[in-house]
């Protein structure tokens, strides 16, 4: 006998059993006032009626609501897969697989927020010092811990609210939010510092390490986003340009005026 039979036999019984001695009491109380014997056959009615119909139909019952309740589970579960099948689909849709950081579409996304008059956020632009030499000389598969590591020294180095996204094969971003140039420039210092520190795995042979060039430029109201990447860019080549593994915010960019 399973447990489901078994949970159903035993709330029937107990519900036959109260409707029995229901049945003696009623039937048992209106002879009484109304004078009337109580023989057998009063006993016999008032076991066996009840039994022959309460049994039945309570088991059905009790088994219908078994039936609904494993549906309701059951859907319950499908519903929790289903959300869980979703969150994981928008996790992979919205972030970079390898690196678990934002992609490129959902840090551009977050990028073109509205900002009130007088709000400014600012962008770093991240990108690794001599990584195709770090693949001709230790495989890709090196290059690949690196961007993780690098992955892993934005993480570290920023705030919780703050955006981080990979925007492209070796080129990372960071959206600082409502912060002005002076503090994100030790934001940036901060970072470039602990990626030079980070510790690397048979990779420091030959003189190579990981170093980076951070470019970061200011994000006004109404800034046009393309226009912001490249300001941050111009600010990237121009600490290549200088020796690299350095932070540069030193490209001017002209915003246009934005008309209300």
Not at 119 to 129: A, G, K, N, R, V
Not at 209 to 226: F, H, N, R, Y
Not at 233 to 251: L, P
């Amino acid at each position: 006998m399973t447990p489901r039979t078994k949970r159903i036999l035993g709330k029937s019984l107990v519900v036959t059993m109260i409707a029995v001695v229901a049945t003696f009491g009623l039937s048992f109380t209106a002879r009484l006032a109304l004078q009337m014997p109580i023989d057998w056959l009063s006993w016999v009615e008032c076991t066996f009626i009840p039994i022959l119909i309460g049994m039945p139909v309570s088991a059905y019952i009790f088994s219908q609501s078994e039936t609904i309740q494993d549906t309701c589970d059951k859907l319950e579960k499908s519903h929790a897969a289903l959300r869980e099948a979703h969150d994981r689909l928008t996790f992979v849709t919205s972030h970079d697989p390898m690196t678990g950081l934002l992609s490129r579409g959902e840090f551009i996304a977050r990028m073109d927020r509205k900002r009130d008059e007088g709000e400014y956020d600012t962008l770093l632009l991240i990108d690794p010092d001599h990584f195709s030499v770090i693949n001709d000389k230790h495989g890709h598969s090196k290059g690949d811990e690196a961007l993780v590591r690098i992955a892993k020294a934005l993480v570290y180095g920023t705030r919780p609210g703050d955006s981080i996204g990979r925007l492209g094969g070796e080129e990372f971003g960071v959206l600082l939010r409502h912060v002005r140039k002076e503090q994100a420039s030790t934001i940036a210092e901060n970072i470039r510092r602990l990626i030079e520190g980070s510790p690397w795995v048979k990779g420091q042979q030959d003189g190579v390490k990981v170093t980076v060039s951070i470019g970061g430029t200011e994000i006004p109201p109404g800034a046009d986003t393309q226009d912001v990447l490249r300001a941050a860019g111009r600010c990237v080549f121009e600490a290549k340009q200088r020796g690299r593994n350095r932070v540069s915010f030193d490209y001017a960019a002209k915003w246009p005026v934005v008309k209300p």
